[in-house]
């Protein structure tokens, strides 16, 4: 079974300024990842690099940390080593914060499934500001009838985010718990079977535990 997250260590540094190197990365995937696709998802890695590169989070941290944590999620903790779901969550974003990049850009680079995964976990933001509610039960009615990797890389993102909600991350983080809690972690039980979803639905409920008290 994949190991679960701990970091007891008190002179560590915190967890919402820790991230996943390139060479951390690379080694990571080098002994078990055929070279193409260790190149493929490098490639990934620098673009979303790239397009992060300017942006921060609301607790001050580079935003591409949390691209590289959800990455890093998945090998060190559910070992997957699959290029196609580590592209998709380094770049889970890009499509949302880029005025260049396109699904056609990264289906050209990186391959159909991942420009599918990538643009099935893109928001409007523009609606979402407006909208903020309504476009998030749409995105959860999405996932609802797509890959369930899609699913996995949704709630991976969430889990890195609870992980940083003590650092303020969050403006309103009572409701981002609630909201996880009440539509997102259904999809994940309704997938008994998909272990690797079951193990993000468990981090998530104690991380949830843990903020809460």
Request: glycine share 2%.
């Amino acid at each position: 079974m994949p190991q679960p997250y701990f970091n007891l260590d008190p002179n560590a540094v915190p967890y919402n300024r820790t991230h996943l190197s390139k060479d951390e990365l690379e080694a990571r995937l080098r002994e078990k990842v055929d070279v193409l696709d260790v190149h493929k998802v490098m490639s990934a890695y620098e673009l979303a690099e790239n397009v992060h590169e300017k942006q921060s989070r609301n607790d001050g941290t580079p935003y591409f940390y949390h691209s590289t944590r959800v990455c890093k999620i998945l090998i060190d903790e559910l070992e997957c080593t699959d290029s196609d779901i580590l592209c998709s969550a380094l770049l889970h974003d890009v499509l949302e914060d880029s005025t260049t990049i396109t699904k056609e850009v990264l289906e050209y680079n990186f391959g159909q499934y991942v420009a599918y995964v990538v643009e099935t976990l893109t928001k409007d933001l523009s609606q979402q500001r407006q909208k903020p509610d309504e476009t998030d039960l749409a995105h959860v009615e999405k996932l609802r009838n797509e890959s369930e990797d899609c699913l996995l890389i949704r709630l991976t993102a969430r889990l890195d985010n609870f992980r940083c909600l003590e650092f303020n991350l969050k403006r309103n983080p009572i409701l981002y718990i609630t909201n996880t809690t009440e539509r997102y972690l259904p999809l994940a039980e309704k997938r008994p079977n998909n272990k690797r979803l079951q193990y993000i639905s468990r981090e998530l409920k104690k991380e949830r535990n843990k903020f809460l008290g």
